[in-house]
């Protein structure tokens, strides 16, 4: 028996109808605070350059804050990064207001 969700659908039905699941391979801009919609760049192989990753905080190449220490100093685990522009756009996870994606 389907599991139903939402109104008596079941769950494969709504999953293929809207998804909140993000391909970061497609994601075509991105929403910050402040600066507003930022476009992500394309590698040489048309992918997305936008990625998740760790968030760290690095000094001469040392490790100085690593991502899952939030509950010493405030930071999120999960970090964010994209070349918009040509510049490296990275930051928390958290700061990501919303993306847009390809198609």
Sequence with gaps: MAHTGERGKSVSDT?????????????AAVLLPVVGW?????GDDGVSTFDLDA?????????VLGGG???????P?????????????????TSVLAVRHDG
Excluded at 15 to 27: G, P
Excluded at 80 to 93: H, K, N, Q, T
Aim: net charge negative; hydrophobic share 35%; proline share 4%.
């Design 15 to 27: 999953v293929s109808r809207m998804s909140l699941s993000i391909d970061t391979d497609r994601v």
């Design 38 to 42: 930022t476009p992500v760049d394309r």
């Design 55 to 63: 968030y760290e905080f690095v000094w001469e190449g040392r490790l």
């Design 69 to 75: 220490q939030e509950s010493e100093a405030g930071v």
């Design 77 to 93: 685990a999960t970090g964010f990064a994209f070349r918009s522009g040509g510049v490296r756009v990275s930051g928390p996870l």
